[in-house]
């Protein structure tokens, strides 16, 4: 606001000067440059303009000045607003009272899929929880953000080897910007879906059951009731509860097995390898490493008999509609083509003089066949 007034002040001032006495600054500043300044003084229109020079600055420094006090009058106006809408801000947190958490349901359960790791079968529940819910590690674990809505899954295991695994919904607020998410924190709103992680168990996976309701394809629900149990799922899911769909592909040549020692934590054990016939120039997914929906082509071994002195290694090929998989691979995802690469995985642990069997083919690395499908083919050590 004072550099509008000054401008104002000495625009309107020196303007003045100009209007009301153009031939004194005339004499003031440049008669002295003359010898004879009579001779030499301005004409009456020179004095003229220069009164009109003076009005035009009076008008300019009035306008100028102008624009700069109300931008500062506004400025100061929004800051001012601003510094009372955070005081009142400051006040409300202040006086706000963190309720107590509060249990808002069992959320409904999809089901689990079932993946042969190194370390044995490892298993992956699906259910369905609020978008803009946590599972409850991750706000355990912020310190900075906070999350008021979060899914806590709780696994309880059974005398008779069932597990139980029910999801319940946590409201948690820590400040009053929580409340925002009050309302969306509810079970039948819109939907996303987590996981948790079960095993990895030594030979197969345990029946696994909840007390929550079950949220099935085409979104039908099973009621709430304790046991009841959670189906296995081909595919992971969909947060509808569909699953995608897969079509079987045929049962893959096996060629070897092979016993390797284990690293890291699991450096004192041992585990099967096995190698295998795919089709040569697709991509092929033997989802070891993740769970996680990848789709196209796909490995799905079963293998019976882990931790006894004959293990059954079965291997087929399977496509499936979920995720990304490239579908210039679908044609080509098959058993029986002419060409074929050899691609091995490591399922389960195992000991030293167990014999490996399949039911399907054996054949050598370049896809010749060594046995036809058949109960109790000897699977070759390598």
């Known amino acids: 606001m ?3 007034i000054i401008l104002i002040v000495v625009g309107v001032l020196v303007g003045g000067i100009m209007v009301a006495a153009p031939r004194g600054i005339w004499w003031a500043t440049q008669s002295w440059k003359f010898r004879h300044p009579e001779a030499n003084e301005p004409s009456d229109l020179s004095y003229g303009m220069t009164r009109a020079s003076g009005v035009l600055l009076i008008c300019l420094a009035l306008v100028m000045g102008s624009v700069v006090i109300s931008d500062s009058l506004s400025t100061s106006a929004a800051e001012k607003r601003e510094q009372e809408a955070e005081a009142q801000q400051k006040a409300a947190e202040a006086a706000f009272v963190v309720p107590a958490p ?3 349901g069992l959320l409904p359960v999809i089901g689990y899929v079932a993946r042969y790791v190194p370390a044995g079968v490892a298993v992956d529940l699906y259910y369905t929880a609020p978008p803009r819910s ?3 590690y991750v706000r355990a674990m912020s310190d900075r953000f906070t999350y008021p809505c979060a899914s806590v899954p709780t696994k309880t295991p059974r005398d008779d080897g069932r597990i139980d695994v029910t999801a319940e919904l946590s409201w948690a607020p820590e400040r009053l910007g929580d409340m925002d998410q009050n309302d969306s924190c509810r079970i039948g709103t819109a939907a996303k879906m987590e996981d948790v992680s079960l095993g990895p168990f030594p030979a197969t996976a345990p029946v696994i059951t909840t007390s929550g309701p079950i949220l099935a394809a085409g979104g039908e629900r099973v009621a709430a009731a304790a ?3 959670v189906p296995e799922l081909a595919e992971v899911p969909n947060a509808d509860g569909s699953v995608p769909a ?3 592909r045929g049962v893959l040549p096996i060629v070897s097995y092979a016993i ?4 890291g934590l699991y450096r004192d054990a041992q585990y099967l390898e096995v190698s295998y016939l795919v089709p040569k120039g697709v991509q092929v997914d033997d989802r070891t490493s993740s769970s996680q ?5 796909q490995v799905v071994p079963a293998l019976s008999g882990l931790g006894t002195p004959t293990v059954t290694v079965n291997v087929k090929l399977r496509w499936s509609d979920a995720g990304s998989g490239p579908d210039t691979d679908e044609a080509g995802c098959r058993t029986g083509g002419p060409e074929v690469r050899v691609m091995t995985s490591r399922w389960g642990k195992i000991t030293d003089g167990t014999t490996v069997l399949t039911d399907g083919p054996v054949a050598d690395k370049a896809g010749a066949e060594v046995s036809g499908a058949g109960p109790g083919n ?5």
Do not use: H, W
Request: positive net charge; charged residues 25%; aromatic residues 4%.
């Open 2 to 4: 004072g550099v509008g």
């Open 102 to 104: 509060e249990k808002r």
């Open 134 to 136: 946590v599972p409850d």
């Open 227 to 229: 046991g009841n149990v």
């Open 246 to 248: 897969v079509s079987d």
């Open 260 to 263: 390797v020692p284990g690293y």
């Open 293 to 297: 929906t990848s789709g196209g082509c």
């Open 378 to 382: 000897r699977v070759p050590r390598s």
